[in-house]
């Protein structure tokens, strides 16, 4: 993404995803999703970067792709005055369209049909994955999914359904990310850390928070925590 781009699809499985986050990790990922999409640039904070921030860069790169080639088809037609005027209509044809003669004046034989290039292009036959395969897609993306429950569960099936098996994995990993902090039971308490700090300048507070200083309105409530930091869209203190 060289340029700056105006707009993007933003998918409802990714809030899905995002919702299942800490707030001050969704939050984090979500500037880093807007700032991708705007400008390019990729965090450099590792949590952010391999996490579902990739699976969400990957499907972002395609559509920007897929939009790329779309638009130099349309400057290729621009170029040639745009699209040809279609056919005019004839008594005999009201289509407009003729049938072009392929027969031979000195044979017989009577015209040979032209076979449609469509009917020759083959279509992708999708071929299942091994369960290394899956091992080693799963182990390079450094996701959670349990190769052997995957790769299991479509094989009984004979791989009904499924068009990419990657595709299926990333999904998998999106589920089973949303559903993880719901099995973790008797987890150890850890310490509470400083997300947000009050300063005040000037007579007026500010608080400063990942690497942003935000203004304080006149009549905020006092940060409950340390580990509470200030939600600038609801004007509110949120736990972290």
């Known amino acids: 993404m060289a340029k ?3 707009s993007f699809v933003f998918r409802f499985k990714w809030i899905v995803a995002l919702s299942a986050m800490p707030d001050s990790l969704r939050l984090k990922t979500y500037d880093a999703i807007m700032r991708y999409a705007h400008t390019g640039d990729e965090p450099t904070d ?3 970067k391999y996490g ?38 004839t008594q005999i044809n009201p289509m407009g369209f003729s049938k072009p003669d392929y ?15 469509r009917t020759d292009k ?13 091992e080693n897609y799963i182990s390079k ?4 999914v349990n190769p052997v429950r995957f790769f299991s569960h479509y094989s009984q099936k004979g791989w009904k359904g499924v068009r990419d098996w990657m595709a299926k994995i990333d999904e998998w990993q999106i589920d089973d990310a949303r559903k993880q902090p719901q099995e973790k039971i008797d987890q150890p308490q850890h310490p509470k850390e400083q997300v947000a700090t009050v300063t005040t300048l000037d007579g007026e507070d500010y608080v400063e928070q990942y690497g942003m ?13 340390i580990d509470y930091y200030w939600d600038e869209m609801w004007k509110d203190w949120r736990k972290s």
């Open 4 to 6: 700056e781009r105006q």
């Open 46 to 48: 590792e949590s952010i």
């Open 52 to 89: 579902i921030f990739l699976t969400v860069k990957q499907e972002m790169d395609a559509d920007l792709k897929k939009y790329e080639e779309r638009a130099k088809i349309n400057r290729e037609i621009g170029k040639k005055g745009g699209r040809p005027p279609k056919p005019k209509e």
């Open 103 to 117: 027969d031979s004046d000195y044979d017989s034989d009577s015209d040979s049909p032209i076979t449609d290039k």
């Open 122 to 134: 083959r279509r992708d036959v999708f071929t299942p994955p091994t369960q290394s395969d899956v």
């Open 141 to 144: 993306k450094g996701y959670i």
């Open 213 to 225: 200083k935000i203004k304080l309105p006149i009549d905020y409530k006092p940060q409950p925590d």
